[in-house]
Each structure stands twice: as structure tokens, then as C-alpha cells.
């Protein structure tokens, strides 16, 4: 490996943070367009998409750090965003051009050798918008294009040479509660994305657009409507405001030209304001790249009640297993329950779930259907107060996790130990206001008793089904996972500011470096010239800052864990 002689530390951004929107490169950037071919194959040293790849397994095949030499990983440039709350993007590098987004609708290019800025957009909001989630999740990749999706309901193409805007499409009305924080999934010529606003009682869906024109191609909703599959599940009008919002990136399958898009929850939160079993929230779906069609789904659990959102995008992992080798869709899900589904042409086949926290709301599970039943003492509902574990964040949010294709093993950031107290709300829907339906200032936290942790970071052996280490925090965990052919696993998440490395086989804890704030962001690998990087971004806020809240005030404690956003960038460094 060639050595890493100097450590760069940007300040530009101190200083860019001040202009409106774009300041060009003072002389072109020399761009490797980005292909469908290079899509569906893309190269050990870049990361072109949000998880590395289509499947979404948050690997990267570079092997220069590995067990051995990563105690030499240290920081060879570092650059601040210039502004506050939850930094969640990865890196997304193509050719030595790195891309990042951060809150407030920032996308910075920067040379991923040096750091140096290249350009900066900013996108100007309205003053009226309510930031539910002031974050965004990263940009999409398509020719000479970047793409972003933003929190007033927007999708913009800029130009990745020079980052002015090519175009820009409205995609909803962000007054009536709709917006968007995922990093758009680009496939066959179009980009895709999903509405958030489940809490302000929207009706979601993934839209379609092309690449090129920003048209829209296809617009496919999450709740269906009167005379389509599954309306019946719904009463009255719910359907209406029913939510089942999408805000994470879907993955894509090119075999069964099939993208997979998990679902939040339904809106408001008590199942009993919105009787029956509410499709398609909590679920994945199975929708044609094409034409947006619904081919399959798998409701994880009926009547949410619980605030699970499953809207991470299942993993798609070959599982060998009972001798065969089921095309899989793997999802640590919010509900505390491990879930192997099967994917096909026709549809999407339930395989096997386990918990992998501790789970008090199921008391079965159908071994055809996978289909839940619940503990009614367990489930949310108007004027009582009802106590549940794992508790509204579930046993994993957001943070996606991770599959080494080496090891077989998945990697899960989970948080076990953690309950909630909801007490159901009677609630009148109004357009762009939350519509949560509970009691908020009885919503609390709580850890079970005797409890020493809360944070985990679990590998299970997927061809096996089991659980084979374990790593545990004292406090939560929000770190995204990613791991690599080098045989480790890298994670943040947690509130002392530590970025981690683990021996991918035994959950040694190889390496840890303290950052500025908490790292949320989304870890990424690359290599330029022969060298290899590992990429995150730290910036605490947002949910994980939210649960510290809470957690504060049920153990009577103050943690101040600093804000600002830093993107570290680490090297083997002699």
C-alpha cells in the first residue's frame, strides 16, 4: 500500500456554507459518466449507489485494511458540512469525484484523494416547511447526472461536473405533509423514489421519472385505493390519510426486473382509529421497474399500532439453507423479528422469522403465512395507556445493515431492552399537521429491569439461522454497518462519538476513532491511485438525538452529545 504522508483538513466550508446555491469548480471536473452496465456491475473501487450495490449489501470488496493493519487507520482529511443535526449520507464516490449530502439539501462534490471542494449546491427551502426529518440520505448516480430528493417534495438533476441544476421536478405538495430524505435507486434509465409524511397522515407511494427529462413515469401508491387489491383492508376513508410512507432507498433484483421497498406505518398510530389490516404498511412490496406494478408483498405485522415502521429495503442475499438456495430477502425488522422471505417472479413467499431482541407483542407466528398474532394487552389503542417491548423504536430504525458475502454473516445495529408507553388520542386529521393519534406528553421510555445495555451490534449466519456474536453498547445504537472483503465491520451510533471496527468473524473490536459528534451517517469504502479509504460522515441529531432525549429523562441524566457535521476520511496512514 502506498502511505499516506499528509492529513488535510478542510475549513472551505465554513466559508462556502454562506453562498445561496452553486459555486462552480474553478476548472472542469473530469467525470466518468455512470452506466447502467457500471450499475449493475460496479467497480471494487468505487461506490456509485447507497449500499454499494443493487442488492443493498453495504459490502465493499476492497481488502487492503484487514485485521492486521487496521489499528494503522487514521484520518487523512476531514471536511465540515458548515451546518447542524443528523449527517446520514454515505459517500458516494465515482472515480475519485465524492459526493455527499447533508441537512438543509446540500450537495458538495469534493475530490476523494485531497478533500478539496470541487462545488457546492444548496437547495433554497420555503419558510413555511415543517422539517420533521431535517436530513437526507444521498444522491443517485446516472450518466453526467446527480440526483437528489428533497424535503420539500422536489427531485433535482444537477450536473456533476459543475453541480448547476438541470432540472428540477415538483413532486408533491409539501403543505399537505409530503417530502422526501431517501438517496434516490436510478435503474434502466429512471430514477426512483419514495414520499415520506406517515406522521402528518399522507397517502404514500414510489414514483418513477426519467433520468434524462425528469418526467414522470410511473406513480405507484403504497395504500391502494377503491378497486384495487387490498382496499378492503381499510375502512371508511382511512385509506385517505392511512400513510405507509417510504424513506429508504428500494433495492433492485435485474434477473426479475422487481424493486423492493419497505413501508412505514399506518397513521395515526392506534390501530383502533383505522380497523383492519391496513395494506400495504409494514410491509415490502414487489414493484415492476418498468411499470411500477405491485407483483408481491409481505406485511410484516397487521393494524401497526406500535409505530414499527419496516421501511428499511430487505436485504437480497442467496441463503443456502435445508439444501437448497432460496433467492432471499432478509430484514432485521423494526418489530424485533428477524424475517427470511422468499423472492419470485409471482410474488413474495414467507420462509422463517425469529426474534433477534427480546419481543413481548407476538404471541405466534403463522409457519405458512408468517402472518403475527398479538398479546391484546401488548397493542395500542385509544384512552389506555399500553406498554411495550421492544418499544416505538424497535429492535433496529433506520440504520441498514450489512452482508458479507465471505463470511455469510448479516450484521445487525440493534437496540435491545428498550420499551414504550403509548396512550391512545382521539385526533382530527389536519393537512400538513402531525396525525399521530396518542397522548404525547404520556408517550415515555423505559428499559427493562435489571438491564446492563442497550446497544448491539449482532452477525447471524444466515445459512444456519443463528446468532454468532454479539457486541453490546451501555447506551443505543444508531450506526449504519458497512463491511468489507478485508473481513471487518465498521459502525458509529453511539453517543461517546466513536467510529468502531470489528473482525468481521469474531466481533473483536479492532479499532475505534473519536469524532466531533455522534456518526448516523453511512459508511462507505473506495480506493484512488491504490489506496483504500473508509468514508463516514458525523453529525448527530434527529431520531438518535431524540431517543437520547427520552432515554435522559427517564434515567434522570444529561447527555450533550455535540453537533455539527464532519466527513472523516480515513487510510492506512505509516
Sequence with gaps: ????????????????GLLPAVLAAQSPVSYNPVTDRRLLNPEPHNWLMYRGNYHGWGYSPLDQIAPHNVKKLAPVWAFSSGVTEGHQSPPIVNNGVMFITTPQQQVIALNAKSGDPLWRYKKELPEDLLQLHPTNRGVGLYED??????????????????????????????????????????????????????????RSYVAAFDARSGQEVWRTYTIPGPGEPGHDTWTGDTWKTGGASVWLTGHYDPDLNLTYWGTGNAAPWPGDMHPGDNLYTSSVVALDADTGKIKGHHQYHWNDSWDWDEVSTPLLIDVRRDGRTIRSLVHPGRNGYLWLLERRADGIGFVDAKPYVRQEVFTSIDPKTGRPSYDPERKPQLGRATTFCPGLWGGKDWPPAAYNPKTGYLYIPAN??????????????????????????????????????????????????????????????????????????????????????????????????????????????????????????????VDAQRMQGRLDTFLGTKTDVPQGGVLWVFAIRD
Design 416 to 541: 435491545e431492552n428498550l420499551c414504550s408507553t403509548l396512550v391512545g388520542k382521539e385526533q382530527p386529521y389536519e393537512p400538513g399537521k402531525l396525525y399521530l393519534g396518542i397522548d404525547r406528553p404520556k408517550t415515555t421510555m423505559s428499559m427493562r429491569q435489571g438491564a446492563t445495555h442497550i446497544g448491539e451490534l449482532q452477525a447471524w449466519d444466515m445459512s444456519r439461522g443463528q446468532r454468532v456474536w454479539t457486541h453490546t453498547f451501555r447506551y443505543m445504537n444508531w450506526g449504519p454497518v458497512l463491511t468489507t472483503g478485508g473481513g471487518l465491520v465498521f459502525l458509529g451510533g453511539t453517543n461517546d462519538r466513536h467510529f468502531r471496527a470489528f473482525d468481521a468473524k469474531t466481533g473483536s473490536l479492532l479499532w475505534e476513532f473519536k469524532t466531533n459528534s455522534g456518526v448516523t451517517g453511512v459508511p462507505s469504502s473506495f480506493a484512488v491511485d491504490g489506496v483504500q479509504y473508509i468514508a463516514v460522515q458525523s453529525g448527530w441529531g
Design 1 to 16: 500500500m502506498r502511505p499516506i504522508r499528509r492529513l488535510a483538513i478542510s475549513c472551505a466550508a465554513l466559508l462556502l
Design 145 to 202: 447526472k446527480v440526483y437528489i430528493a428533497t424535503v420539500d417534495a422536489h427531485l433535482v438533476a444537477l450536473d456533476a461536473a459543475t453541480g448547476k441544476v438541470i432540472w428540477d421536478t415538483t413532486v408533491d405538495d409539501y403543505k399537505k405533509g409530503y417530502y422526501s430524505t431517501l438517496a434516490p435507486l436510478v435503474a434502466k434509465g429512471r430514477v426512483i423514489i419514495g414520499m415520506s409524511g406517515g406522521e402528518l397522515g399522507i
